[in-house]
């Protein structure tokens, strides 16, 4: 019985590394497309992606109008490389479950060293943007 408990710990924890490097991966894309949607313009593909932590205070049109204003002096987004990842169970006025939040730094056409932040919120299976903004 030991030496069956000892190979279930043994690949437990040889297992949990991929799962979190898998986890990061997933949520990272997410992210990415998600910015996608926002870099092309395409406010309202980026809000019916988004979570309904983020839905529920703004419309897709308050969306636009918030992005739109916090990135009007920047121009295009040219370039954008992650530079930190922080895990989170829980945030502020959100429900715990689990967060990850990813700082960018964004080369826009206007400014060449923007920093973005966006936490994606796992929700029924699926990473969807709960938060965004610009440093």
Request: with cysteine.
């Amino acid at each position: 019985m030991r030496k069956l408990r000892a190979l279930c710990l043994t690949t437990l924890l040889l297992t949990l590394p991929t799962y979190a490097k898998a986890s990061v991966q997933a949520a990272e894309e997410a992210a990415l497309a998600w910015l996608a949607a926002v870099d092309s313009g395409e406010y309202q593909q980026a809000w019916d992606k988004a979570s309904p932590l983020l839905q529920a205070p703004l419309s897709s049109a308050m969306l636009q109008r918030t992005i739109s204003l916090s990135r009007r002096d920047l121009g295009a987004a040219q370039t954008r490389r992650r530079v930190r990842v922080s895990q989170y169970t829980s945030m502020p006025g959100a429900p715990r479950g689990d967060y990850k939040e990813f700082t960018f730094q964004t080369r826009f056409e206007n400014n060449p060293r923007v920093m973005e932040v966006v936490t994606p919120h796992l929700e029924n299976g699926t990473w969807r943007v709960s938060g965004y903004y610009i440093k």
